[in-house]
């Protein structure tokens, strides 16, 4: 099982690297200014960050090595992005000013790409700490 320190440093990276990738896009798709959109996406990233802690914790212990299939890590990454976008999908219409419909279209977007972002992260990640691990690291 991961520490809670491995899972703090693979979260912070994830949603830094998703607050880089996605706030742009985020305003050039929307219309909405990268000031709104930031504040948005700050936000989704807090409890992102959150939620990531949780479900990664919950997903070691069902599945508690680093060496996963494509398969387990498909179900890891979607199981994130579909309780994320349960819970965020109202905030994201309140926000925004939008309907549920239009805020769950925006969301479904996000989460295809975290999707994908987050299946390349987890396997470079999970490698890296390997390697760290085989050197002798704590």
Not at 14 to 23: D, H, N, P, R, S
Not at 85 to 108: S, Y
């Amino acid at each position: 099982m991961r520490s809670w320190k491995e899972r703090l440093t693979h979260t912070l990276l994830f949603e830094a690297g998703g607050l880089v990738m996605v706030t742009p896009l985020a305003s050039e798709v929307t219309g909405h200014g990268l000031g709104e959109i930031g504040v948005l996406a700050l936000g989704l990233a807090t409890t992102a960050m959150l939620w990531n802690l949780v479900w990664n914790r919950l997903f070691d212990a069902w599945v508690p090595t680093r060496r996963r299939s494509l398969r387990q890590r498909f179900a890891q990454a979607f199981g994130f992005e579909l309780g994320l976008l349960v819970t965020t999908l109202p905030a994201v219409a309140w926000w925004l000013d939008i309907g549920l419909v239009e805020a769950f279209w925006l969301d479904l977007g996000f989460m295809l790409f975290f999707l994908a972002y987050a299946l390349v992260f987890n396997t470079f990640f999970d490698l890296a700490m390997r390697r760290y691990l085989a050197r002798g690291g704590a």
